[in-house]
């Protein structure tokens, strides 16, 4: 299976295949590195930077202590969003979600109601 690279586009490595949201899900059990889902294309996820992980673990630590004893939950990038009406799958850096979370069906790794999403930018 070919993922699509990261580079700018027009680039000789740029590559994309198209799969259904199912055979995404198969291959992200095993793989090494995380790949966004967006309408049948599978993207590789760059690898995050010390500055990028420290600005994701300060950003859920804020979040976990001003939620505190509230109904909202925070979540890091391990959980994946699933935005059905886009057919796209994604991991942001933090999540927050207001009472429980809405899994995708049977699945315990889409959540399907985050109320805030963050994602950190940088280099």
Do not use: K
């Amino acid at each position: 299976m070919v993922i699509a690279s990261t580079n700018p586009p027009n680039l000789a490595s740029d590559t994309t295949t198209r799969c259904t949201p199912d055979e995404y899900r198969a291959m992200e059990e095993t793989a090494e590195e995380r790949h966004e889902y967006c309408n049948g294309e599978i993207i590789a996820m760059p690898g995050g930077s010390p500055a990028h992980s420290r600005i994701a673990v300060d950003t859920t630590t804020f979040l976990n202590v001003a939620l505190r004893d509230t109904n909202f939950q925070t979540y890091n990038g391990d959980l994946r969003i699933w935005i059905p009406s886009f057919n796209h799958g994604t991991y942001p850096d933090v999540m927050v979600i207001d009472g429980e979370p809405e899994f995708n069906g049977s699945r315990t790794d889409e959540i399907l109601n985050p109320l805030l999403i963050v994602e950190v930018l940088s280099l």
